[in-house]
């Protein structure tokens, strides 16, 4: 069993930074940084989703100023790696390739309105009430929550 390295503290000034673990370097990396919170949460968000979609492991930690020292905080996410779809043979009853790009891209709606909303990681049971939501609700609904999760990140 591989154990990785805890993060080392960032250079310089007290900010907000993602450190990102690469296993194959064996050596932590700033992935986004920021004097403030949020955009680095929503950059953490998006590769994390961005890698493990790649069938990548990922590990990062997330450093920001507290008191004006460096302080390492939760980034709320799991490590576990994602769990990838098997190929399943055609059936006469599959949906059709446009049928696929819309269900496809009502879950992409609904993933970035709950990164924006602050949820960056899903568990196994978080991703199936995704996909429940994405193929019982149309478009314009899926756009509306997708707004709702996005103007209760804001807040």
């Known amino acids: ?40 949460l929503y950059a953490l968000g998006e590769m994390t989703q961005t890698m493990r979609a790649r069938g ?50 009502r879950h992409q709606v609904l993933m970035a309105g709950l990164s924006k909303a602050g949820l960056y990681d899903l568990t196994p049971e978080d991703d199936t009430t995704v996909q429940a939501l994405v193929e019982r609700l149309d478009e314009p609904a899926v756009r509306r929550v997708a707004q709702w999760l996005a103007v209760a990140g804001a807040r």
């Open 1 to 40: 069993m591989e154990t990785r390295p805890e993060s080392p503290e960032p250079q310089g000034d007290p900010r907000w930074v993602a450190m990102l673990y690469r296993p194959a370097a064996k050596s932590w990396r700033a992935a986004a940084e920021s004097p403030h919170r949020s955009p680095v």
């Open 56 to 105: 990548d492991e990922v590990t990062v930690a997330l450093w920001g100023p507290k008191d004006g020292a460096w302080q390492q905080f939760d980034p709320a996410l799991k490590q576990a790696p994602s769990p990838q779809p098997s190929p399943d043979a055609e059936s006469p009853g599959e949906p059709t390739l446009l049928a696929q790009r819309m269900t496809g891209r």
